[in-house]
């Protein structure tokens, strides 16, 4: 999971409170945390690279020079040192928004997420989904894309764009460019393994994900 390529740079500017700008120069300039690209030319960075970007931009944000934190997280890949980041802050009783088309699915997942902490409302259609964030809005949701006949990249583009919801977007196809092109955060392939879907959710849960919402 830690070198699955996961997250779109959206997602990645607002889990670390780096504007998007920002993150494509020092990706130029320096060289070193460097994200793969989807068949569209999506940037999809890993946990890992989430994790050396934290490293980077938490040095930044203490005076530190970008070309100095650099020079510092080369040091620790090159001598594996543990990178020592700010922790991510705890989001468990979260709420989450579980769009899935499957019982059975939903049921194992929403099984994992409240062993996380998390609080979950389940939504087997578009519909049920949509009355679901007008009743309590969530703070991210988990979609399948083929809900309601292949409806979730819809709903994927109404949640972020008139919500500001994030979404991890969910399918047995490979179709996340298409995921990140309605505005989805991340891209998982299912079957879903339990400890990604808990990793990947307690990521957009990021602190940069909190203020980039409550600033818009």
């Known amino acids: 999971m830690e070198n699955q390529p996961v997250y779109s740079i959206g997602a990645l500017a607002r889990m670390l409170d780096i504007p998007a700008a920002t993150l494509r120069t020092w990706e130029d300039r320096y060289a070193i945390v460097v994200p793969e690209r989807s068949p569209a030319g999506h940037r999809l960075y890993s946990r890992l690279q989430v994790e050396q970007l934290r490293f980077v931009g938490d040095r930044v944000s203490t005076g530190l020079s970008p070309s100095?934190?650099?020079?510092?997280?080369?040091?620790?890949?090159?001598?594996?040192?543990?990178?020592?980041?700010?922790?991510?802050?705890?989001?468990?009783?979260?709420?989450i928004l579980l769009v899935e088309r499957d019982p059975y699915a939903a049921d194992f997942s929403e099984y994992f997420l409240r062993q996380a902490g998390y609080d979950v409302a389940v939504a087997t259609t578009v519909e049920q989904a949509i009355a679901e964030t007008m009743r309590n809005t969530p703070d991210l949701a988990v979609v399948d894309l083929l809900i309601s006949g292949g409806r979730g990249l819809r709903l994927c583009a109404r949640l972020?764009?008139?919500l500001d919801i994030a979404v991890l977007a969910i399918s047995t196809f490979a179709i996340g460019d298409d995921a990140l092109a309605a505005g989805a955060a991340a891209f998982l392939l299912k079957p879903l393994k339990p400890p990604a879907l808990i990793s990947v959710v307690q990521d957009l849960l990021g602190r940069g994900a909190l203020l980039a919402k409550s600033d818009q």
């Open 160 to 162: 972020r764009e008139q």
């Open 68 to 95: 100095d934190a650099y020079r510092l997280l080369q040091l620790r890949l090159v001598s594996g040192v543990p990178l020592d980041g700010a922790q991510v802050p705890d989001r468990s009783g979260s709420l």
